[in-house]
């Protein structure tokens, strides 16, 4: 089987790589995450503009609806090179799921901002008592005539910060743990009644907690579909994720053959000592295993497949990841756990990347869940 890059893959890799060393180096990352919202907003403009925004978006929409293995492509490149724009929380993930679920004038009116990056959503769905329950609503709707009256508040809208408004979820019937009767809402950031609060993760990117009391938007900002539409697009998000963890290992890996190559140790490179090689080599087969279950993903034909393959690949490399990260820090000693090295910045992205939104074993849960279910649908 053959898994080269097309030459279509190729350029977008290619098209990454160019935006990282026309707007990347390790002082300017510092910079951008040294204050809210942990990115530079003019790095998300020019993503808009070389269409790297719109690449894992839908064409009816005006993206360019790259697939699974242009999403892996992409994000590979983006951690590779250490990229701390929100891409795979904000269009992966937020702007993926109102684009798709949004009626048609409420979409016009804000997909070509979007594309474009001057604007951007955030999906506000986590509570406090969210834990792994993806299902866990305690938030209201109250319908209103034309209007929706919500209250609640939302914990962890990961990338909230500064965004130009978000996506609530919020329950019009059934209890907090109950899969049906939540509803998802797109909310401007200037609504009436809506208070946020920012804070910085451990990754550098800016946080946001909502709290909204009677807080009406119209009916019209409602989206179509329930949990079954952020499942979807949940899973793209964590394809995206674990391939940008890759390319992050892949970094780390590459920066710590250097580092070892000219640390010396009794005269010679710490790199010649066979005990250091026997960790590396470790290392390099954690992350050949990483990209094996990812390519695996991107070769599952039916959904049920590709999702089990993606949970799977999440639950390995959310692990790996972080193990790598601390057997670089290891060989480059106490200024590993800095952030003047993209070492500690690496292993920082990658510990949250392994955490949220919940998790490895929760991952690993619902790998075995949908294999139980494909067992059962191959049953004679």
Sequence with gaps: MNFN????????????????????????????????PGFSVANWRTLGDIGLLAGP??????????????IATMFEALGYGLVVEPVAEAIVLAARLFLTGANEPLRDAWAASLLSGDKRIALAHAEREFRDD???????ARYD?????????????????????YI?????????????????????????????????????????ALRFTDMAVPVSARLNGDFTALAEVEIL???????????????????????LGTRTQF????????????????????????????????????????????????????EASVALGHEMIQFHGGMGVTDELAIGTGHMRMLMLSRWPDAPLAALDRFVDLDSAIACDLAP
């Excluded at 005539?145 to 408004?165: M, N, P, Q, W, Y």
């Excluded at 998000?237 to 250097?258: K, N, Q, V, W, Y």
């Excluded at 087969?285 to 690949?313: C, D, T, Y």
């Design 237 to 259: 998000a964590s394809l995206a994720r674990s391939a940008e963890a890759l390319g992050i290992m892949r970094r780390l890996f590459a920066d710590t053959i250097d580092y």
């Design 57 to 70: 978006l839908p064409q009816d929409c005006g993206g360019l609806d790259i697939g699974a293995t242009g």
């Design 168 to 208: 609530v979820s919020a329950r019009s019937s059934g209890t907090p743990d109950d899969q049906h009767g939540v509803e998802f809402f797109l909310v401007p950031a200037d609504t009436v009644g809506l208070t946020v609060t920012e804070w910085p993760m451990i990754d550098g990117i800016y946080a946001a």
């Design 134 to 140: 993806a299902c866990w609503v305690r938030a209201t």
């Design 267 to 318: 005269d010679v490179p710490i790199g010649s000592f066979q005990a250091i090689q026997h960790r590396m080599v470790a290392q390099y087969a954690a992350i050949e295993q990483s990209r094996a279950l990812i390519n695996l993903a991107l070769v599952s034909a039916q959904p049920a497949a590709f999702a089990r393959a993606v949970h799977g690949a999440r639950a390995y490399i959310g």
């Design 5 to 36: 890059l097309t030459e279509d893959e190729e350029m977008l890799k290619a098209l990454v790589e160019r935006f990282v060393r026309d707007h990347y180096d390790h002082e300017s990352r510092r910079s951008f995450q040294a204050r809210a």
């Design 145 to 165: 005539g034309d209007a929706v009256i919500l209250d609640g508040e939302k914990a962890f809208c990961v990338t909230g910060s500064r965004a130009d408004a």
